[in-house]
């Protein structure tokens, strides 16, 4: 017995290893899902969703995870991806009122249409490969033509100026991609709870689309473990940002208006997900509110942050945390449930006003000239009132104060730049490269092969108020097939980017937060970018009906060349004026004498000598044979009526 | 040509030896046919051309919209009371603000823009005058170097609002434009500004916006054109250079000017005066520098919702005079005639219409003609045609005084009505205005005739001169060869030469004549119009002569031998003549037509009146009084005399000269194509046959 024990033990001590084992692994997989709520300036309100999945990192391939979308790790696994981040945007994220020196605006701020980057860890020689791969497995993925990606002339490779130094770097975007709904279920079907339950409940679509900013972003990052045997994990982090105005029955328009989350969303909240390990709901508010109250310590004001005079909180935060501008307050949305569902709500009692945060320089681009032939593409950085606090804080090199900006841009290689007609005005003062351009790093556009780069690092003074750049173009011409369908609309400059490699957006958070993946990425220093618009080129297009002009005009003129060629070539001409001679002597018909006397006496000159052709003779032989065919024919058209009528 | 010429040349001569004759092809017979008989078809073909010109109010079409996404007046309009009260608030506060002189009344307007949740920003203008510069024509309208010391003393500031749409990606944008004379502005004016207030309180709050929307509130100070170009000129091509005009005044309006992407139509809304008919009259004005012409769809658009949903009597410019024309309505009565016996011979033959309406349509299609062919825009929406932007003017005539409350509020609703609708419609576009026609002669706001059709006219008329050049040249060859025996006889394909010598030196001194203007401008000292004018006569009457002297073989007073044939000479002037026709009918259509009913019967008539004289034959004599009318009236000054006393615009009396260069200044000043064709085509021909005239042959 004792020795049948003894063999059982290292059996169940190997289960229960195994067991340890499995579990181990599978607990490593955590999603959160999160949602940020944040009055605007300009009465909206900004809803910031951001779910995160991570999967650590194992040593099997074809491993079964729980919560992680098996579609990513595949994606993953084959592309060897090792950061990449697809957003879709629609409407324009307006930097004056919304903010533009905050990790939520420099980081969620997208231009329109679809944006794809992503890095690789494979050999040099196969980064395009795995690109290519990558767009067509997500246009799939997310029902969107991504996969026109694909193509060389709509992709770049940038080295320094888009924040991220890798050489295995491709960016590509497409701003005419319509979003829809379409593309939104498929991002929510890698959700472990789908927008069936917990936070994602709230996204009704009618709403979600009624906004006025929309983008929906999936970044995701291999992490490595440093480990040997070990593969990487993975970390998803999807996000939907919407800025939705709130419905008001108030006239008085500086009072900002009041919503809970069915009157923005139509839908509450009756519980989390429960598969994420947390889900948290934070509301921001900025500027005078949070520098009011100083002292949290006692209960009484604590209880005062949330329900004062400017305004009234419908539930009771969880926390409050300070922030050195804002304050935030955090609601654990487990406690609901179907009877009591979660449906924060703001009131405002007073009128209040703040404005947000800017980036140090206002970045907008536009096209110059008119017509079909030439232009020039102009940015225009223009001094935020934020700028001169910013300058004087971080921004001191060798005495001289400078605002660094880096300038990123694509060009389609229909719009052919001349880059040697690079301007730069500083303060309306035309400046020598030397001056303002630290560096510069140009790649040409090779016409249908690809487009064009341009990544610009400009030094400008701090002081600075206005500084503008402008490069001339002159417009392709397309191939007729390589028109798209609407080609009279005009063609897109993708949006430029604009970053601030010396400023970095952090939330400086007073206190030691609980493990959100949110606060914690707001906490990390990014990077201030700020997009530019889309540009509309209007380039020189073809009637399209004349295709068919071309070809008929084409096919007369072929005729009428090889006619009269052929007929240079086969004519004999001395053996016709023999012929004709010859003809010249013989009788010629009645009816042509008549009519060569007419013809004589309008022209008025006397009545030439009988010389030209007439082949009178045979005539009226080829008139009795034709005669004869007409009978026959008619004869046999009579028969065959007759019989044919006879049955 | 000329090798054409000469083949048909050889195959003349050889019918004349008498060697066996080759059967011409067809065509070359044709050509021939044609050639020996240019007197008879000429009569016809002109006959034709004009005949084809009057009959082009039966052959003008219904407008149609053409593009589908247009869908104008499908949607209900969204313009709710409050909106309204909002433009009359504005109306009322700017009339106050006026009387009491509380300031700029600029800053108002800003204020209501920004309090619709508009970003608004105000530019400063210079009212610079346009200057000729003979390099500037056909260029762009952005090749104005900047004045170095602008004074402070006189400027314009322009206000603009822009709504940007809420769910839009920002690419494209629609302007609406109301000059507005913010220092003596009437209240009719004003009006104007209410209707765009009330719209803009509407498109602030929609969301079905696609494009933005920018209203511009331009200083009409100094004309409403030159503001509206200055703004257009900023949003496409600014100066990033520093300017002086920034320091001037208090507010600094430098570094706030917005754009919203690329325009994609503009209307420009006016109102004036009081309309003499029992509806509120819309007038629309659409011709551009140069006869270009906005997309007709945005007519189309505008006009079938003027007329089916907000029940305004609309209208297109037209020549007064023509219509109490006694001739043209015999004309008229005429083709009615004809229509109703085509009609009765076949009831499907329906272009027979009433006199009353061939008049309207003949009327309205002149001055579309004169306004085309003048080539200077009829309103500010000119000033965006020159950036390749379709644009209109709409000019309102209310029914009431402008102090009518009651009746403002309607005027409002359906005005802003009008617009949304427009808007609305324009918004729908995915791609720009390319569906409909660009090239069409209006006969009534609903009544077009496109360039297929009145192309014909054209082709007719000036399908004559290369017939008659062609037989002209073999008969001045033929009496050269006559007339000299020496041994340059076979060189006789070159006789042409001389002619050309003559021609090309007499272009090349209207070309001079064309140009003198510019230096006439640049003489110091203040002069009146009438003594430039004579400036510019004498310098070129004076310059004539040079030529005459300087060139031999020019002059039609030096009377030689073996001098060119006057056949040939006018056989190269009908060529030259037909050259400078052809190129122009593709620079401004309207002003080649008018230019070949003027000089194409000059031309095929000029023929020297000694021979005539000397003749005593009655149809000789009645030739050469013929080409001496005609040489009369083509002269240009007289010509603009004649068509002012058309126009009923007076008599021109002593002043005639000053008023033709004021004429002219206007021409070059908007960069008309008219000018250049007066000055290189016109007169050289002129010219030309005025040597033919007095050829002594």
């Known amino acids: 017995m004792a020795c049948l024990v003894r063999s059982w033990i290292p059996l169940l001590f190997l289960q229960s290893f195994l067991v340890a084992i499995a579990f181990g692994s599978n607990e490593g997989e955590e999603f959160s899902e999160e949602l940020l709520l944040k009055p605007l300036p300009d009465r909206k309100v900004l809803a910031h969703f951001h779910f995160e999945n991570r999967a650590p990192p194992s040593n099997s391939h074809g491993r079964n995870h729980h919560l992680f979308p098996k579609a990513i790790s595949q994606l993953v696994q084959k592309f060897r991806v090792k950061e990449m981040e697809l957003s879709f945007t629609q409407g324009r994220w307006n930097h004056e009122h919304w903010g533009g020196f905050d990790p939520l605006s420099s980081m969620n701020a997208k231009p329109v249409g679809v944006e794809l980057w992503a890095v690789f860890d494979v050999p040099q020689s196969q980064v395009d490969i795995s690109w290519k791969n990558l767009t067509h497995a997500l246009s799939g993925l997310f029902c969107a033509s991504i996969n026109f990606l694909e193509s060389s002339t709509s992709y770049a490779a940038p080295t320094w100026g888009f924040g991220t130094n890798s050489d295995k770097l491709r960016y590509g975007s497409l701003p005419r991609e319509a979003v829809c709904t379409e593309n939104l279920t498929p991002w929510l079907k890698l959700l472990p709870c789908r927008d069936k339950d917990g936070i994602s409940a709230l996204m009704n679509r009618p709403s979600v689309y009624r906004g006025f900013y929309h983008s929906q972003r999936l970044h995701l990052s291999t992490v490595e473990s440093g480990q040997e045997g070990l593969g990487s994990g993975i970390v998803l982090e999807q996000t939907l940002t919407v800025v939705i105005q709130p419905e008001t029955t108030s006239v008085e328009t500086n009072m900002q208006p009041s919503w809970s989350l069915s009157s923005l969303f139509g839908r509450k909240v009756v519980g989390s997900c429960v598969l994420a390990k947390s889900s948290n709901v934070y509301l921001q508010l900025e500027g005078r509110l949070g520098h009011e109250s100083k002292n949290v310590d006692t209960e009484i004001e604590a209880h005062k942050l949330w329900m004062n005079s400017d305004f009234d909180l419908s539930l009771k935060p969880d926390r409050v945390i300070r922030e050195s501008s804002s304050l935030l307050f955090i609601f654990d949305i487990d406690k609901s449930s179907d009877s009591e569902p979660f449906d924060l709500g703001l009131t405002w009692k007073l009128p209040s006003k703040w404005s947000c945060e800017q980036a140090p320089l ?76 630290k560096k510069i790093n140009v790649s040409p556009s090779t016409d249908k092969v690809s487009s064009g780069m341009l990544e610009m690092m400009l030094e400008l003074p701090c002081e600075v108020k206005s500084a503008a750049i402008s490069i001339e173009y002159d417009k392709g011409f397309l191939h007729i097939d390589e028109y798209p369908p609407d080609a009279n609309q005009g063609f897109d400059i993708p949006s430029a980017l604009i970053s601030f490699p010396s400023h970095h957006a952090s939330l400086d958070f007073q206190e030691e937060l609980s493990k959100s993946p949110l606060l914690s990425s707001f906490k990390e220093k990014s990077l201030v970018r700020s997009y530019t618009e889309v540009l509309l080129v209007p380039l020189t297009t073809p009637d399209f009906s004349m295709p068919y002009n071309v070809i008929t005009i084409t096919c007369t003129i072929f005729a009428l060349y090889f006619g009269s060629l052929l007929n240079v070539l086969r004519r004999r001409i001395g053996e016709e004026e023999r012929f004709l001679k010859s003809q010249a002597g013989k009788k010629r018909g009645g009816l042509k004498q008549l009519l060569s006397r007419l013809t004589a006496k309008i022209r008025g000159r006397p009545i030439e000598a009988p010389s030209s052709e007439s082949p009178a003779a045979e005539s009226s ?24 009528t006879d049955k | 040509m000329a090798t054409e010429k000469r083949n048909k040349e050889e195959e003349e001569v050889k019918t004349d030896d008498g060697s066996p004759k080759i059967k011409p092809r067809p065509i070359v017979q044709l050509g021939i046919f044609l050639v020996a008989h240019s007197p008879v078809f000429s009569v016809v073909f002109s006959a034709a051309g004009v005949l084809a010109l009057l009959i082009l109010p039966l052959l003008a079409k219904n407008t149609y919209i053409s593009e589908n996404a247009l869908m104008p007046g499908s949607a209900r309009s969204m313009l709710s009371n409050r909106d309204v009260s909002d433009g009359s608030k504005l109306v009322k506060d700017i009339k106050n603000y006026r009387l009491n002189h509380e300031g700029q009344v600029q800053k108002l307007v800003g204020k209501y823009m920004s309090e619709m949740v508009a970003e608004v920003y105000y530019q400063k203008f210079h009212p610079e005058g346009n200057q000729f510069h003979p390099l500037h024509f056909f260029s ?100 990033f250079k520093v300017s002086d005009l920034l320091k001037c005044g208090e507010r600094n309006t430098a570094d706030n000017f917005r754009r919203a992407g690329t325009v994609a139509a503009a209307l420009v809304l006016k109102v004036d005066g009081r309309s003499e008919r029992f509806e509120d009259t819309l007038s629309i004005y659409a011709e551009a520098s140069n006869g270009q012409m906005p997309n007709l769809d945005l007519i189309n658009v505008v006009n079938y919702l003027a007329v089916h ?27 009615e005639a004809v229509g109703k016996l085509a009609h009765t011979l076949n009831p499907d033959w329906n272009f027979g219409i009433p006199v009353a309406d061939y008049l309207e349509g003949s009327a309205t299609l002149a001055s579309s003609l004169y306004s085309q062919a003048l080539g200077i825009p009829t309103g500010p929406h000119g000033a965006f045609r020159d950036n390749q932007v379709d644009a209109i003017t709409l000019k309102v005539s209310p029914r009431f005084p402008p102090d009518s409350k009651t009746r403002q509020h ?36 609903s009544k ?8 014909i006219a054209f082709a007719l008329l000036v399908a004559p001169l290369p017939m008659v050049a062609a037989s002209l040249y073999i008969e001045g060859c033929k009496a050269l060869t006559k007339s000299t025996d020496n041994p340059t006889e076979n060189l006789k394909s070159w006789k042409w030469l001389d002619a050309a010598k003559q021609v090309f030196a007499l272009h090349l001194f209207g070309f001079i004549v064309t140009l003198l203007p510019y230096f006439i401008c640049q003489v110091p000292g203040q002069h009146s119009p009438s003594n430039r004018s004579i400036m510019w006569g004498t310098t070129s009457s004076s310059l004539l002569l040079i030529t005459f002297a300087a060139i031999p073989g020019c002059s039609p007073f030096t009377s030689r031998h073996h001098g060119t044939h006057w056949a040939v000479l006018k056989s190269v002037t009908i060529s030259a003549a037909f050259i400078g026709l052809c190129l122009m009918s593709i620079i401004n259509f309207a002003t080649a037509e008018i230019g070949a009913l003027l000089l194409v019967p000059t031309c095929l008539m000029a023929q020297p009146i000694k021979p005539a004289l000397r003749s005593r034959r009655i149809k000789s004599m009645l030739g050469a009084f013929c080409s001496m009318v005609l040489l009369t009236i083509g002269f240009p000054v007289m010509f603009f005399a004649i068509s002012k006393g058309l126009f009923g615009e007076g008599l021109v009396g002593l002043s005639l000269g000053g008023e033709f260069w004021t004429w002219l200044e206007s021409l070059w000043a908007w960069k008309s194509a008219t000018y250049l064709y007066i000055g290189m085509v016109h007169l050289p021909c002129w010219l030309l046959c005025l040597c033919i005239l007095f050829h002594p042959s």
């Open chain 2, 448 to 455: 077009f005739i496109s360039v297929g059709v009145y192309m």
């Open chain 1, 362 to 437: 206002h970045a907008s681009r536009f096209l110059m000239g008119s017509g079909n032939e030439r232009g020039a593409i102009a940015i225009l950085l223009k001094a935020t009132e934020s700028q001169e606090k910013l300058s004087g804080r971080n921004l001191t090199t060798d005495g001289r104060c400078t605002i660094k900006a880096n300038i990123f841009q694509i060009f389609p290689w229909y719009i052919k730049v001349y880059y040697h007609t690079l301007q730069i005005f500083v303060d309306q003062q035309q400046k020598t490269d030397s001056e303002v351009l």
């Open chain 2, 410 to 445: 309607d005027f409002f609703l359906r005005g802003a009505r009008l617009l949304e609708g427009t808007i609305r419609s324009v918004n729908n576009l995915l791609e720009k205005f390319h569906q409909s026609f660009f090239l069409y002669l209006l006969t009534s706001p």
């Open chain 1, 621 to 644: 032989f080829l008139s009795s044979k034709l005669i004869f065919k007409i009978i026959l024919v008619a004869g046999a058209a009579a028969a065959w009526q007759y019989f044919s």
């Open chain 2, 309 to 335: 949903r907000q029940g305004f009597y609309v209208k297109v410019e037209k020549v007064v005079s023509l219509l109490s024309s006694s001739w043209l309505k015999i004309i008229g009565e005429i083709f």
């Open chain 2, 140 to 239: 762009g309208p952005d090749s104005y170097t900047l004045l170095d010391n602008v004074s402070c003393a006189s400027y314009g500031v322009n206000v603009a609002g822009i709504i940007r749409a809420p769910r839009g990606d920002g690419k494209e944008s629609i302007v609406l434009v109301t000059p507005y004379d913010f220092i003596n502005g009437g209240d009719y004016e004003a009006l104007s500004l209410g209707i765009t207030s009330t719209l803009f309180s509407l498109l602030a709050r929609v969301t079905w916006l696609s494009k933005d929307i920018i209203w511009l509130v331009a200083d009409s100070r100094y004309g409403d054109y030159r503001p509206v170009a200055a703004w257009l000129s900023e949003y496409h091509s600014p100066s």
